[in-house]
């Protein structure tokens, strides 16, 4: 199975700052790499798909890069309504499987 | 406009049974293919199961594998999780989600004595 790490679990970020989570493969997932925001009570939301296509309706803000093992999500001029917990996921192979989270909350 | 509807959560005790069944609408059902993901009390999320729009090909995490089926009607635009052999651990938000693009509300089933 290939296993997805985030880094780091959780971040503290002022309204206004750009932020950077990371996420790791244990093998090579080409750009089949996806990125969800949660928020408690509710389903995931699909931000990201193929590492940096941006999903219909989702704000510019949020942006995505990265091929093979390493990726990145960044979120410009943070927003109330962007503090939640995100998550990637690869979609290479099955089972498919998620990071473990990141949750950004607010300072 | 896509939604998706689960249903069929609820209580039950370890070793029992339950079947959801996510409703679907505002797509070609039959055209797609379906995920069930779950989510336990304040962890993370955990794919489930996999089936294909004719359902020729179905794949499973081992965490659920032989406990179980996936399954679809695609007459009726519904997709389904029989669940068997409940354990403790199968205590989760169980989503149904297209492509993971769409996602459902979830629906809660918790298994305990």
């Known amino acids: 199975d290939i296993q997805m790490t985030q880094s780091p679990s959780s971040l503290s970020a002022s309204v206004g700052d750009r932020v950077t989570i990371t996420c790791r493969a244990s093998?090579?997932?080409?750009?089949?790499l996806a990125w969800f925001q949660q928020k408690p009570g509710k389903a995931p939301k699909s931000l990201i798909y193929?590492?940096?296509s941006l999903q219909s309706g989702v704000p510019s803000k949020f942006s995505g890069s990265g091929s093979g093992t390493d990726f990145t999500l960044t979120i410009s001029s943070l927003q109330p309504e962007d503090f939640a917990t995100y998550y990637c996921?690869?979609?290479?192979?099955?089972?498919?499987?998620f990071g473990q989270g990141t949750r950004l909350e607010i300072k | 406009e896509v939604q998706l509807v689960e249903s069929g959560g609820g209580l039950v005790q370890p070793g029992g049974s339950l079947r959801l069944s996510c409703a679907a609408s505002?797509?070609?059902?039959?055209?797609?293919?379906m995920n069930w993901v779950r989510q336990a009390p304040g962890k993370g999320l955990e794919w489930v199961s996999y089936?294909?729009?004719?359902?020729?090909?179905?794949y499973y995490a081992d965490s659920v594998k032989g406990r179980f089926t996936i399954s679809r009607d695609n007459a009726k635009n519904s997709l389904y999780l029989q669940m068997n052999s409940l354990r403790d651990e199968d205590t989760a938000v169980y989503y149904c989600?297209?492509?993971?693009?769409?996602w459902g509300q979830g629906t809660l089933v918790t298994v305990s004595s």
């Open positions: 989600a297209l492509n993971f693009d769409y």
């Open positions: 505002g797509f070609i059902f039959s055209s797609y293919s």
């Open positions: 089936i294909s729009s004719s359902s020729s090909t179905i």
């Open positions: 093998q090579g997932i080409s750009n089949y």
């Open positions: 193929a590492a940096s």
């Open positions: 996921q690869q979609y290479h192979s099955y089972p498919i499987t």
